[in-house]
Nanobody
Framework: QVQLVESGGGLVQAGGSLRLSCAASGRTFSSYAMGWVRQAPGKEREFVAAISWSGGTTYYADSVKGRFSISRDNAKSTVYLQMNSLKPEDTAVYYC????????????????WGQGTQVTVSS
């Protein structure tokens, strides 16, 4: 089992940047693929980005491609989401999640979730 704690959320103006972090503890972090999923008020959770256990493969939702970047540091058991050129529609609670799959964009494939961190982008 793995425990996940997100940080780095906050309030930012449109066009700004934020870097989210997700620190993992428990079982070997490097054995998990990791992902970021977000949920805006009144909407379903939406896949944002995923990274394989080695960091060699990444996937992004079309809505964030070219603006967001996912990375991981297995030595620090941490996964990051660099968010640039933020838009008001990026406002959501962002969740970090872990999967035993190689890498996945499917929300239901993530077995472990953090508590989420709020990102608010003002226009």
């Amino acid at each position: 089992q793995v425990q996940l704690v997100e940080s780095g959320g906050g309030l930012v103006q449109a066009g700004g940047s934020l870097r989210l972090s997700c620190a993992a503890s428990g079982r070997t972090f490097s054995s998990y693929a990791m992902g970021w999923v977000r949920q805006a008020p009144g909407k379903e959770r939406e896949f944002v980005a995923a990274i394989s256990w080695s960091g060699g493969t990444t996937y992004y939702a079309d809505s964030v491609k070219g603006r967001f970047s996912i990375s991981r540091d297995n030595a620090k058991s941490t996964v990051y989401l660099q968010m640039n050129s933020l838009k008001p529609e990026d406002t959501a609670v962002y969740y970090c999640a872990a999967s035993t799959n190689l890498v996945t964009t499917t929300k239901s494939a993530y077995a472990y979730w953090g508590q989420g961190t709020q990102v608010t982008v003002s226009s």
